[in-house]
């Protein structure tokens, strides 16, 4: 038994074949617009044609200017003047105090100012520091055998180092002896009892004479 066709299903069938063939065309279009080339003729092509009429540069040679003259030298103005005159006028001079040749002219006698006394001035630093007799080792071991260590120092443990400033006097005495830098405890004062009855030092020279020079020095206070 055959089987009839209907028109409706090849019809169908032929739809479908015909978009596909449009989509290709559509593709193929628009792939050609996209690869198209199109060059405008313009007037950048001729440029190579273009006659050259620009007219021939001529050198223009440089010109010299002659140099300014000379300023003119003005010669000195000379001015007569008039002579001076002499003055002729006579000078009366009274002199009360009647002179011979026996009067005895009394010398003059200049009195000197006194001096104002000038405070001696205390160096810090000098060409010639003063010194213990002995070095100061010396003074080291004097300092060990007079000083007493304080009996509420040693009670509580104190140590350390009592810093005590004083001056070296012209004579070598020591003067002025006061703690910069304590540890308390009675530590101070011991410092500064023995440097007071420290032997006299050899004094600070400055060109050669005797000053007053201040110094600072480390008394150690140690427990055994």
């Given at each position: 038994?055959?089987?009839?066709?209907?028109?409706?299903?090849?019809?169908?069938?032929?739809?479908?074949?015909?978009?596909?063939?449009?989509?290709?065309?559509?593709?193929?279009?628009?792939?050609?617009a996209?690869?198209?080339?199109?060059?405008?003729?313009?007037?950048?092509?001729?440029?190579?044609?273009?006659?050259?009429?620009?007219?021939?540069?001529?050198?223009?040679?440089?010109?010299?200017?002659?140099?300014?003259?000379?300023?003119?030298?003005?010669?000195?103005?000379i001015?007569?003047?008039?002579?001076?005159?002499?003055?002729?006028?006579?000078?009366?001079?009274?002199?009360?105090?009647?002179?011979?040749?026996?009067?005895?002219?009394?010398?003059?006698?200049?009195?000197?100012?006194?001096?104002?006394?000038?405070?001696?001035?205390?160096?810090?630093?000098?060409?010639?520091?003063?010194?213990?007799?002995g070095?100061?080792?010396?003074?080291y071991?004097?300092?060990?055998?007079?000083?007493k260590?304080?009996?509420?120092?040693?009670?509580?443990?104190?140590e350390?180092?009592?810093?005590?400033?004083?001056?070296?006097?012209?004579?070598?005495s020591?003067?002025?002896?006061?703690?910069?830098?304590?540890?308390?405890?009675?530590?101070?004062?011991?410092?500064?009892?023995?440097?007071?009855?420290?032997?006299?030092?050899?004094?600070?020279?400055?060109?050669?004479?005797?000053?007053?020079?201040?110094?600072?020095?480390?008394?150690?206070?140690?427990?055994?």
């Amino acid at each position: 038994m055959e089987v009839k066709k209907s028109p409706e299903a090849d019809l169908t069938k032929k739809s479908g074949l015909f978009l596909n063939i449009g989509l290709a065309i559509s593709i193929g279009l628009v792939l050609l617009a996209f690869e198209w080339k199109s060059y405008d003729k313009g007037s950048l092509m001729e440029l190579a044609a273009v006659n050259d009429d620009f007219e021939e540069m001529t050198e223009i040679p440089p010109t010299e200017q002659p140099p300014p003259p000379p300023p003119k030298i003005q010669q000195p103005e000379i001015i007569e003047v008039p002579d001076e005159e002499e003055i002729e006028e006579e000078i009366d001079v009274d002199l009360d105090i009647e002179m011979t040749e026996d009067t005895q002219i009394e010398e003059a006698v200049f009195e000197e100012p006194e001096e104002e006394e000038v405070a001696d001035e205390v160096f810090t630093i000098v060409e010639q520091q003063p010194g213990y007799p002995g070095g100061m080792g010396a003074f080291y071991q004097y300092v060990q055998k007079k000083m007493k260590y304080p009996s509420q120092a040693r009670r509580m443990g104190i140590e350390g180092k009592v810093f005590v400033q004083f001056v070296v006097d012209k004579d070598g005495s020591i003067t002025d002896v006061k703690v910069i830098r304590g540890i308390g405890a009675g530590c101070d004062e011991e410092a500064v009892r023995v440097l007071e009855n420290s032997p006299k030092w050899a004094p600070g020279k400055q060109r050669g004479k005797p000053v007053k020079v201040r110094m600072v020095l480390p008394i150690t206070f140690k427990l055994s």
